[in-house]
């Protein structure tokens, strides 16, 4: 029997599908898929990181890449984006974005976003504390992104100061794709696993008044939705599964990575960002850095606080912002592809709607998870003495 998940509400708006569809960046999640899953009725969010690549016409550029984060993190793109995703929707579902908290002019995209008419701001990787004084009194849903019930008291009590408190938390666990919450320890050990660190989250959320809990990080059908909701919780945020939509915003080369990837293509890595990463290992720069190959790196972009103008892209040996645009552009040599640990699942392209039903339980799903086999993803691969990354 199918579940069929109750409507989902956040702060002035209601949901009928309770699922988020996961900020995607660079370019993954853009007005195609977010306009498809508001349309749907879900939450579709647009990835606010490095929108000059969506038209890069009035964008100043060196070598392809946005100069500076003005032309990176582009006004004018963000508020064409947002437009079109809302055109998309058509009233439906409800439409908003991702923004990092690491990235430059944080503030900035803050208030554009409010000004593109975004509903929500889903703000992870960093602590959001400063979030609800840049929004202002604008009555828009505020969602940080937490690993843990620590930091939903951290947020809440700091925020509480600035008269509010957050409208829904997303709990982010170690399965999901991009950047992690946790180091590269914890995502391997139980105790930081989605599965149970979702009781102590709700309990936080429930003490500060009943907050709406929404988990993210290796979600993949209706029947995994059924049992976080057995759980007590009003939301699931998914993201990997989405990328084998035709409406996501990534070059078909890029989904094709995911659709051809094995469970042992997708591990953790470094990135400049500072947080470990996941995404698929096997392709060639990954590959090219795991040898030791670190080309000298100039940074153009300036796309995050934490990588001090390409310092950190130096040591790790690969820029973020330029290797997920390369790979949001389907090239294969360059491109950094990131997926959660359930990319490899990921075997069919199909519409948003149909997979929106499927999740809601409303149509059969060919692709739900069968096997149910509890699966070390961060195992260390047998006889390889490579532990959980594959970038040490
Ligand atoms: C390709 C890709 C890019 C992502 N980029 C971001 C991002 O820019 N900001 C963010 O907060 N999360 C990002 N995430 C995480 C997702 O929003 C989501 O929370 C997570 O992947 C959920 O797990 P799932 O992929 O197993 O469904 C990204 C995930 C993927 C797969």
């Given at each position: 029997?199918?579940?069929?998940?109750?409507?989902?509400?956040?702060?002035?708006?209601?949901?009928?599908?309770?699922?988020?569809?996961?900020?995607?960046?660079?370019?993954?999640?853009?007005?195609?898929?977010?306009?498809?899953?508001?349309?749907?009725?879900?939450?579709?969010?647009?990835?606010?990181?490095?929108?000059?690549?969506?038209?890069?016409?009035?964008?100043?550029?060196?070598?392809?890449?946005?100069?500076?984060?003005?032309?990176?993190?582009?006004?004018?793109?963000?508020?064409?984006?947002?437009?079109?995703?809302?055109?998309?929707?058509?009233?439906?579902?409800?439409?908003?974005?991702?923004?990092?908290y690491a990235i430059t002019d944080y503030e900035r995209i803050v208030k554009e976003s409010i000004e593109?008419?975004?509903?929500?701001?889903?703000?992870?990787?960093?602590?959001?504390?400063?979030?609800?004084?840049?929004?202002?009194?604008?009555?828009?849903?505020?969602?940080?992104?937490?690993?843990?019930?620590?930091?939903?008291?951290?947020?809440?009590?700091?925020?509480?100061?600035?008269?509010?408190?957050?409208?829904?938390?997303?709990?982010?666990?170690?399965?999901?794709?991009?950047?992690?919450?946790?180091?590269?320890?914890?995502?391997?050990?139980?105790?930081?696993?989605?599965?149970?660190?979702?009781?102590?989250?709700?309990?936080?959320?429930?003490?500060?008044?009943?907050?709406?809990?929404?988990?993210?990080?290796?979600?993949?059908?209706?029947?995994?939705?059924?049992?976080?909701?057995?759980?007590?919780?009003?939301?699931?945020?998914?993201?990997?599964?989405?990328?084998?939509?035709?409406?996501?915003?990534?070059?078909?080369?890029?989904?094709?990575?995911?659709?051809?990837?094995?469970?042992?293509?997708?591990?953790?890595?470094?990135?400049?960002?500072?947080?470990?990463?996941?995404?698929?290992?096997?392709?060639?720069?990954?590959?090219?850095?795991?040898a030791g190959v670190r080309p000298k790196i100039t940074c153009i972009s300036n796309c995050v606080v934490?990588?001090?103008?390409?310092?950190?892209?130096?040591?790790?040996?690969?820029?973020?912002?330029?290797?997920?645009?390369?790979?949001?552009?389907?090239?294969?040599?360059?491109?950094?592809?990131?997926?959660?640990?359930?990319?490899?699942?990921?075997?069919?392209m199909q519409s948003v709607q149909e997979l929106m039903e499927k999740l809601s339980g409303q149509r059969?799903?060919?692709?739900?998870?069968?096997?149910?086999?509890?699966?070390?993803?961060?195992?260390?691969?047998?006889?390889?003495?490579?532990?959980?990354?594959?970038?040490?």
């Amino acid at each position: 029997m199918a579940f069929n998940p109750p409507p989902l509400k956040i702060r002035n708006f209601t949901v009928p599908i309770p699922v988020v569809q996961g900020g995607m960046g660079v370019g993954i999640s853009w007005d195609k898929l977010a306009g498809a899953v508001a349309h749907a009725g879900g939450m579709g969010t647009v990835s606010t990181v490095g929108t000059g690549y969506w038209n890069t016409e009035h964008i100043r550029t060196i070598n392809g890449r946005p100069l500076k984060p003005k032309n990176f993190h582009n006004t004018e793109n963000l508020m064409a984006i947002l437009k079109s995703a809302k055109e998309k929707a058509g009233g439906n579902g409800a439409v908003g974005v991702n923004i990092l908290y690491a990235i430059t002019d944080y503030e900035r995209i803050v208030k554009e976003s409010i000004e593109g008419g975004a509903q929500y701001i889903i703000s992870g990787a960093g602590l959001p504390l400063m979030l609800p004084s840049y929004a202002g009194d604008a009555d828009v849903a505020l969602i940080p992104i937490v690993s843990s019930p620590r930091v939903v008291d951290l947020i809440c009590k700091r925020w509480k100061r600035h008269g509010r408190l957050p409208d829904a938390i997303i709990l982010e666990g170690p399965k999901s794709g991009g950047h992690q919450g946790y180091t590269f320890e914890q995502c391997s050990e139980p105790e930081y696993q989605l599965e149970n660190m979702t009781p102590r989250v709700l309990e936080a959320c429930k003490a500060w008044g009943n907050i709406p809990l929404i988990v993210a990080g290796g979600v993949w059908d209706n029947r995994d939705i059924e049992r976080f909701f057995d759980m007590g919780v009003s939301g699931v945020q998914m993201a990997t599964r989405f990328i084998g939509t035709h409406e996501c915003d990534a070059d078909d080369h890029f989904k094709q990575v995911i659709l051809e990837s094995r469970k042992e293509d997708i591990r953790l890595i470094k990135s400049p960002v500072g947080y470990p990463a996941r995404g698929i290992v096997t392709t060639p720069l990954i590959q090219r850095v795991m040898a030791g190959v670190r080309p000298k790196i100039t940074c153009i972009s300036n796309c995050v606080v934490p990588c001090h103008n390409g310092e950190e892209s130096n040591k790790v040996g690969y820029c973020i912002a330029d290797s997920l645009a390369d790979a949001q552009q389907g090239k294969f040599e360059t491109g950094l592809f990131f997926s959660g640990s359930n990319g490899y699942r990921v075997k069919r392209m199909q519409s948003v709607q149909e997979l929106m039903e499927k999740l809601s339980g409303q149509r059969a799903d060919e692709d739900a998870w069968q096997g149910r086999e509890d699966d070390q993803d961060d195992a260390p691969a047998s006889g390889s003495g490579v532990a959980a990354y594959a970038v040490p």
